[in-house]
């Protein structure tokens, strides 16, 4: 069975750093594109970006590149999302998903159970 | 540019049918779309797959009640004998080579 296991809500100040992580098991990590996704309170979901473990091959979204940076380490089939200072505006549910083909960047088929990131003063 | 468009909102008694409408921007109706599901606070769930052909792929332990189709640029999801469970916001998801989009969603109320 493919889980994808996010680690726990983070309460951080503005300027703060951090990085949620998303760690991959029943599948073959390094073969599937895994990505993350905002949702802000009360909103819709919101592509970050995508990231290829087997060669690190990353797509962002233009609304996001350059505020966050996404990552994986294969070894421990875990993949990463991080800020290098929050905003309040950073508030919002951060999920991750597999794409559904090996290799293929198409179609989300699992998600994590997401992960709660407030950030305030 | 990419982009999948839903109306926001739909309604729907008990034990009817509803279908949801996810279209794909101009030269782009060659595209699959993908639909997800989010329960009241819970994350999304895949449903299924649908292809410019209209054949489509379920998620594992999706009901035989969701369906999905397909006509020029307009992707479908049909959901019917509609339960209670099934009130949730719907999400059509496509993708490009380098790009993943989201619709903005539609709220379905089972009345």
């Known amino acids: 069975e493919v889980q994808l296991v996010q680690s726990g809500a983070e309460v951080k100040k503005p300027g703060e750093s951090l990085k949620i992580s998303c760690k991959g098991s029943?599948?073959?990590?390094?073969?599937?594109?895994i990505g993350w996704v905002r949702q802000m309170p009360g909103k819709g979901l919101e592509w970050i970006g995508i990231f290829y473990p087997g060669d690190s091959d990353i797509r962002y979204s233009p609304s996001f590149e350059g505020q966050v940076t996404i990552s994986a380490d294969k070894s421990i089939s875990t993949a990463y999302l991080q800020w290098s200072s929050l905003k309040a505006s950073d508030t919002a549910m951060y999920y991750c998903?597999?794409?559904?083909?090996?290799?293929?960047?198409?179609?989300?088929?699992?998600w994590g159970q997401g992960t709660l990131v407030t950030v305030s003063s | 540019q990419l982009v999948v468009t839903q109306s926001p909102s739909a309604s729907a008694s008990l034990g009817a049918s509803v279908k949801f409408t996810c279209t794909l921007s101009?030269?782009?109706?060659?595209?699959?779309i993908a639909w997800h599901q989010q329960q009241p606070e819970k994350g999304p769930r895949f449903l299924m797959k649908v292809n410019k052909d209209g054949s489509h792929n379920k998620g594992d332990g999706i009901p035989d009640r969701f369906s999905g189709s397909s006509s020029g640029a307009e992707r479908y999801l049909t959901i019917s004998s509609l339960q209670s469970e099934d009130e949730a916001d719907y999400y059509c998801q496509t993708w490009g080579t380098s790009i993943q989009v989201f619709g903005g969603g539609t709220k379905l109320t089972v009345l």
């Open positions: 029943g599948y073959s990590f390094a073969t599937y594109w």
């Open positions: 101009s030269g782009h109706s060659n595209y699959a």
């Open positions: 998903a597999r794409c559904s083909s090996v290799g293929a960047l198409n179609n989300f088929d699992s």
